[in-house]
């Protein structure tokens, strides 16, 4: 069974109706003009924490209800009266005041966590579940917050030696919001921070500030962790900046598979300044730098997919058409047809193998037809192989949309 939670306003209605019911039993029928009154800080208390910005208002009830009850029950009002209805006040806006500052610093201390989560890839879930306690421990500087909204660039730049690893992270996720150049040099130097994560940061802030921070960002490319080499990457394509390609095709040789990934993805991601030179790569010596290429031609669209039947229409070697497969499927539906085309034209075996893998692979049913001739009269018995393996596969989905 489900726990049964009550929503907090009615609880604190209920404890606001408690503390009524007190007043007048204990302050008009007993006389009691002092004890009755502790209980009143619990309703005080908690509605501070759980609306800090309504936090004075069951305080001035209770202050009022006091006031009136003791008026009725002695005739005046004594300064001790007046005095504990006034510390209700004082208690519910110190409350409410700590309790507004600690969901600042929850919310700050949260997206530090989920960015954490997110480059350390580790489950966010996980992280999240450990934040009660651990969110002490962060000792975030909120000031940061004020700096970001009021763009006080050298308030940032100051925060960038504070000692808290966590406080630089926010500063110089704050100097990449600003996106102001003079920042650059700060943010270089942020890139040999000791702090794997802030240097993470300051690589992707980089990428807002345009030209200048380019020579920078190549040098990140080189970093010793494979985070911010990665990051780093992503930033360089994201930038648009040309001179940034050459670089980009050498990351396709990085040590780090993942690495190499994202120098794929923002080769993809320039116009067409990059067909050329990916083209060129594409028939480089290093087997890295050709998949590379090819694979980025996958992402390219329609560009792309000329580049890539022509690269399969010149008979490539064995070692390029894993890579060859891949970038076709990436291109989606827009492949079917020069593939079918391919199909029907090209003699070497191991192309039409790797066609029938795809064609399977991007589950159109409509190419049916033409791959069971495949299957049927082929001269090639890999290539029938594949051909019935697609057929299969097709045929399942077919049968599923039938349904």
């Not at 404890?15 to 302050?27: K, P």
């Not at 580790?122 to 009660?132: E, G, H, Q, Y």
């Not at 996720?173 to 940061?201: I, N, S």
């Not at 060129?280 to 890295?288: F, G, H, K």
Request: proline share 5%.
């Amino acid at each position: 069974m489900s726990p049964v939670t009550t929503p907090r306003s009615l609880v604190l209605i209920g404890l606001l109706l408690i503390c009524t019911i007190l007043a007048f039993y204990m302050g008009l029928l007993l006389r009691i003009s002092i004890v009755y009154t502790h209980f009143f800080y619990v309703p005080i208390v908690l509605g501070g924490l759980w609306y800090p910005r309504k936090t004075l208002l069951p305080a001035l009830y209770l202050g009022f209800l006091h006031l009136g009850v003791e008026y009725v029950s002695t005739g005046g009002l004594e300064f001790s009266v007046i005095a504990r209805a006034g510390s209700f006040v004082l208690v519910a806006a110190l409350v409410g005041l700590v309790a507004g500052r600690i969901r600042r610093d929850d919310r700050v201390s949260l997206q530090y966590l989920s960015s954490y989560a997110e480059r350390v890839s580790t489950p966010r879930a996980r992280i999240l579940s450990t934040f009660d306690g651990v969110r002490m421990s962060l000792g975030l500087n909120m000031d940061v917050e004020r700096m970001r909204g009021q763009g006080d660039l050298a308030g940032l730049l100051r925060t960038l030696d504070h000692t808290n690893p966590e406080v630089r992270y926010q500063a110089v996720d704050a100097l990449g919001t600003l996106g102001d150049p003079a920042a650059a040099e700060r943010l270089a130097q942020a890139l040999r921070d000791p702090d794997c994560g802030v240097r993470w940061k300051a690589a992707e802030a980089l990428g807002r500030l345009g030209s200048p921070a380019l020579p920078f960002l190549l040098h990140a490319i080189h970093d010793s962790s494979a985070d911010i080499r990665w990051r780093a990457t992503l930033t360089l394509g994201s930038s648009g900046e040309k001179d940034a390609i050459p670089a980009l095709i050498n990351i396709l040789t990085d040590a780090d598979r993942y690495v190499r990934g994202r120098a794929i993805v923002a080769l993809a991601g320039f116009g067409e300044d990059v067909v050329d030179p990916l083209a060129r790569a594409a028939e480089n010596e290093d087997p890295l730098i050709r998949s590379g290429a090819i694979r980025a031609f996958g992402l390219r669209g329609d560009p792309g997919l000329k580049v890539l039947v022509g690269i399969l229409e010149r008979t490539p070697g064995e070692e390029l058409l894993s890579s060859l497969e891949d970038a076709f499927f990436d291109q989606g539906a827009r492949a079917v047809a020069p593939l079918l085309e391919i199909l029907r034209n090209v003699k070497d075996a191991p192309v039409r193998a790797l066609v029938c893998r795809v064609l399977g692979r991007l589950g159109d049913v409509e190419t049916l037809p033409l791959i069971a001739q495949v299957r049927d009269h082929d001269e090639d018995e890999g290539v029938r192989t594949e051909a019935a393996i697609t057929i299969e596969r097709l045929s399942t989905l077919a049968g599923r949309k039938s349904k």
